[in-house]
Each structure stands twice: as C-alpha cells, then as structure tokens.
C-alpha cells in the first residue's frame, strides 16, 4: 500500500529538529532517542513509526486529501541509513572520538534536512540506485 509523500517529509522536519538539538547539546540520550525512531521506522515502515504515528493521528486530519504517493520501501530503507549513521554517532559520543559523532550526526541531519525542506530523499534515491543495480 502506497503512503502518502507528506508523512515522511514531516518525519524528516522533526528529524532535523531533533538532530539539530543533538549537535547543539551533545546529547547523546536523544541520539539513541531518533536511533529507536530510526530502528521503528526500518523494521516497521515509516507508517507505523512514532513520527509516521504521528503525521497520521495528528497531522495528516489537518490537510487536505494526498495528492501524491510513494511507494513505502524506499522510506523505510532510508530509514535504516539514518539508523547506521545514528549508532556510528553514539558510538562517538559514547566512547570516541567525539568528532566522529558529531560527523555522523551532521551527516543524518543533511539528509534530513533535503527531505524536509526540498523533498529530496537521498536513502531514498540510495534504494532506487540499488535496485537498479542489482537488476
């Protein structure tokens, strides 16, 4: 079942917000915080994930009817990238070196940030391009 293309737009504005906070603060416990979200989002689809959850219950009733419709699993693998570059981000907050975390951090945050403001998926385009690839 396809989903509605504004869901995971606004799955990636809190994202950023969320990312934006980790750089400024350093936290790590809300790293692992978007980790688990991330980890939702890849195992259960991006429907079901607590910012998908969100988007449905809260947002989504405040809208108008989709005009657009993606296919979920490019989203969904999306959301495992963020989720590698979430754990290569606690591991360097948690046991070093900090810049690496930091790295990490900011690395999730672009590609937040592109689909929050500009629509453009990059884990998105990742899965397209592998799939391609493997025929």
């Not at 934006?20 to 688990?36: C, D, F, W």
């Not at 959850?53 to 809260?58: A, E, G, M, P, V």
């Not at 657009?68 to 989203?75: I, L, N, R, S, T």
């Not at 810049?99 to 937040?112: F, Q, S």
């Amino acid at each position: 079942m396809d989903i509605d293309t504004r869901g995971p737009r606004f799955g990636a504005a809190v994202t950023t917000a969320v990312l934006a906070a980790v750089l400024v603060t350093g936290s790590s416990r809300l790293l692992a915080a978007q980790a688990l979200v991330f980890a939702a989002g890849a195992a259960l689809g991006v429907r079901r994930s607590p910012y998908g959850l969100l988007f449905r219950f809260l947002v989504r009733p405040r809208l108008g009817p989709p005009k657009e419709f993606e296919h979920p699993a490019p989203p969904r693998f999306a959301q495992g990238v963020g989720l590698v570059f979430a754990l290569v981000g606690l591991v360097g907050y948690g046991a070093g070196p900090v810049w690496l975390g930091m790295a990490a951090t900011a690395c999730a945050l672009a590609a937040a940030f592109l689909n929050a403001v500009f629509g453009y998926c990059l884990g998105c385009e990742m899965y397209l391009t592998l799939r391609r690839a493997t025929g």
